[in-house]
């Protein structure tokens, strides 16, 4: 098993950027694929951003080119650097891992962090 805690979520004004981390501790984390997802007020969980254990990414279309996910299987850690941002990026966001998975599907994915709250003023 693994377990997931995210950081580095907070404040920033539209335009500005922030990096999260996913941090693991249990088996190695380059043992997991691992997804980074998003949930905002009323809305239902949404992908973001997924790296596979061998670093392919995937990402959606509406953070593409603005969102980078990385890892440092060193480090035990996952990243997202996310520029550019604008109010509809505000949301919890989640990064979750599996052995098999790196997709956009949450269901897919058995260990989950508690979230990190992502804030975007206008």
């Known amino acids: 098993q693994v377990q997931l805690a995210e950081s580095g979520g907070g404040l920033v004004q539209t335009g500005g950027s922030l990096s999260l981390s996913c941090a693991a501790s249990?088996?190695?984390?380059?043992?997991?694929?691992v997804g980074w997802f998003r949930q905002a007020p009323g809305k239902e969980r949404e992908f973001v951003a997924a790296?596979?254990?061998?670093?392919?990414?995937h990402y959606a279309n509406s953070v593409k080119g603005r969102f980078t996910i990385s890892r440092d299987n060193a480090k035990n850690a996952v990243f997202l650097q996310m520029n550019s941002l604008n109010p509809e990026d505000t949301a919890v966001y989640y990064c979750?891992?599996?052995?098999?998975?790196?997709?956009?599907?949450?269901?897919?994915?058995?260990?989950w962090g508690l979230g990190t709250q992502v804030t975007v003023s206008s």
């Open positions: 790296i596979s254990r061998g670093t392919v990414t």
């Open positions: 249990g088996r190695p984390f380059s043992m997991y694929g």
């Open positions: 979750a891992a599996d052995s098999y998975y790196s997709g956009p599907s949450a269901r897919e994915y058995d260990y």
